[in-house]
C-alpha cells in the first residue's frame, strides 16, 4: 500500500489550500483515511478522517468549521479543504489509512499505513 500525498505550500493568513491523498496498492470499502499534522517541536495531532463506507467524519476542535475532509472512492483519494489558514496550521501534513474497518478514529495507532508528508506553511 502507497499514500502519495500533495497540494502543501506556502499561504498567507486567511488563505486556502487543499490537500490531497491517493491510496494504492490495495482495494478495500472498509477504509477510513486520516490527516494528521506535526509542527515542529510538537506531538503529532489528529486533523480529520473520513470513512469510505457512510462517508461519516470527524474533525479535531481546531479543524471544526475551517477545514473539510471528503473521499473519492473511485480513485481511492481523499482530500483535505483548509479554509481560513492562520500561522498555527503550519506543519507538515500526513495523510493515513486504515483498512479494514468502517470506524474513524482520531488516534494515529489505529491507521497500519502511513504517506510521506506535505508541508503546510501559513505566513503572516
Known amino acids: 500500500v502507497q499514500l502519495q500525498a500533495s497540494g502543501g505550500g506556502l499561504v498567507q493568513v486567511g488563505g486556502s489550500l487543499r490537500l490531497s491523498c491517493a491510496a494504492s496498492?490495495?482495494?478495500?470499502?472498509?477504509?477510513?483515511m486520516g490527516w494528521f499534522r506535526q509542527a515542529p517541536g510538537k506531538e503529532r495531532e489528529f486533523v480529520a478522517a473520513?470513512?469510505?463506507?457512510?462517508?461519516?467524519?470527524i474533525y479535531a476542535d481546531s479543524a471544526k468549521g475551517r477545514f473539510t475532509i471528503t473521499g473519492d472512492t473511485a480513485k481511492d483519494t481523499a482530500y483535505l479543504q483548509m479554509a481560513s489558514l492562520k500561522p498555527e496550521d503550519t506543519a507538515v501534513y500526513s495523510c493515513?489509512?486504515?483498512?479494514?474497518?468502517?470506524?474513524?478514529?482520531?488516534?494515529?495507532?489505529?491507521?497500519?499505513?502511513w504517506g510521506q508528508g506535505t508541508q503546510v506553511t501559513v505566513s503572516s
Open positions: 473520513i470513512s469510505w463506507r457512510g462517508g461519516h467524519t
Open positions: 496498492g490495495r482495494t478495500d470499502t472498509n477504509l477510513v
Open positions: 493515513a489509512a486504515r483498512y479494514g474497518s468502517m470506524s474513524v478514529s482520531r488516534f494515529g495507532k489505529y491507521y497500519g499505513y
